[in-house]
T-cell receptor, first 113, second 114 residues
């Protein structure tokens, strides 16, 4: 049972435009969400996170939006740059204890120069 | 500060053998988690250790085991290897290991079972 779903395996965007990566979750106990970026031959690196008490968090070109009622979050990258080309993983956890982090299957973003 | 290191980076084993993977976390990090990454499955959580104790375990068979040493270094062992165990195994460390803290990943160990 995939509790964190990223339904788009890949996404292509022109340089300078907005990239929107989507993530859905089913477990209502999840209250903390993270995005990771992964380049080939490297481990994932943390990008941005959001707590369920917020609906938006910004860090430079990256913004994460959380819609708790829809159990949906999205990552916006504006403007997109070729260096953003990577696989993006959405992850979720229950902060109430020492809970494991559940990752989605990833979305491969290609930013075209 | 040095990042998370994993050894070996690549490994080829035969079905039925066993394998041990090693992970050295960032200095000061006491939580170490292990993940299996396969195409189409994303990162599947294996287990998490904190101060030498396993605190969380994913849905993997008992052939997958791990341990953590007093210096926070961790090892993962897979016994009786199966072809389906071929994957990238990632280790991640964090300060306390609760879900609210970002994890720092190593480059992974690519295991191929033939």
């Amino acid at each position: 049972d995939q509790q964190v779903k990223q339904n788009s395996p890949s996404l292509s965007v022109q340089e300078g435009r907005i990239s929107i990566l989507n993530c859905d979750y089913t477990n209502s106990m999840f209250d903390y969400f993270l995005w990771y970026k992964k380049y080939p031959a490297e481990g994932p690196t943390f990008l941005i996170s959001i707590s369920s008490i917020k609906d938006k968090n910004e860090d430079g070109r990256f913004t994460v939006f959380l819609n708790k009622s829809a159990k949906h979050l999205s990552l916006h990258i504006v403007p997109s740059q070729p260096g953003d080309s990577a696989v993006y993983f959405c992850a979720a956890s229950d902060s109430g204890g020492y809970q494991k982090v559940t990752f989605g299957t990833g979305t491969k973003l290609q930013v075209i120069p | 500060k040095a990042g998370v290191t994993q050894t070996p980076r690549y490994l080829i084993k035969t079905r039925g053998q066993q394998v041990t993977l090693s992970c050295s976390p960032i200095s000061g990090h006491r939580s170490v988690s292990w993940y299996q990454q396969t195409p189409g499955q994303g990162l599947q959580f294996l287990f998490e250790y904190f101060s030498e104790t396993q605190r969380n375990k994913g849905n993997f068979p008992g052939r997958f085991s791990g341990r953590q040493f007093s210096n926070s270094r961790s090892e993962m062992n897979v016994s009786t290897l199966e072809l389906g165990d071929s994957a990238l195994y990632l280790c991640a460390s964090s300060t306390t290991g609760t879900g609210t803290y970002e994890q720092y990943f190593g480059p992974g160990t690519r295991l191929t079972v033939t």
